[in-house]
């Protein structure tokens, strides 16, 4: 039970929800196909309510190496960035479908930290993010990763899922990923690690907790997540770490019958 997250669940208007890799792939390296039926039903529900979201859909590069198979040990940059300009298409298709299912329009925006540096390219994408929600459409953001080479890449979707946040105004940013949210020690390793419920400050948390490759289950890691509370709470907004493997978890998180870390905004 956390009636904390199913409170700011019910405050926040403009949600951005991420996903990562972990989560929308299965443990053979397929696409989750039902998951994104599910999550699509569930982002559905909660515009029915009157809420409005935008995604931010890691999963290119896996869908990439699902769909290719002979390029799954290619471990060379070029063939990653061509693995994630296949996957892209593949990841869009099914997100498609399950949003077509809800009678629901998606929208794709792929970036690079060079967008959100610009102010021209910035107030762009601004526009057409509020185009899209105001007309019932779901963004669907993701890395432009065939074209971001290190000086323009962001890195990872948690900090692109921020930088999203901040740029709508969003409300509230969830970030799904393969761990039930920040635990105070590694809880795979030490069976006495607690689940952090609640984030007041970040420097406490970090003085509190041990980061690094022992705390690191995601596909960006704790401290990606990390910095991308530190971004958007400074902002106002909110940050709820959650596992997105966990049935229903959108409508359980909302129902406070679910758990996860929330880091709450300055
Ligand atoms: N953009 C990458 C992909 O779609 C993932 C980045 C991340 O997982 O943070 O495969």
Redesign the pocket.
Known sequence: MNKKIAEVLEASRKIVIKI??NTLAKADGTQNTDFMVSIARQCADLIRKGKQIILV????????VSTTKEWARKKDVHYRQAL?SI??VE?MHQWRKAFQAQDLHIGQLLLTKDDFENEHRSLNIRNTLFTLVDQGVIPII??N?SVSFDEIKI????N?SALTAILWSADLLILFSDIDGIYSDNPKTNPDAKLIETVESIPELRKSITIGSANEFG??GIE?KIQAAEKTTVYGIPLLLANGSHENVLENLAAGTENGTVFLAD
């Open positions: 990562g890799s859909s890691s999963g290119a590069q896996v869908a990439g994630c996957g892209q990841l993701n890395e990763d890195g990872d979707n948690d692109l596909t960006g990606t």
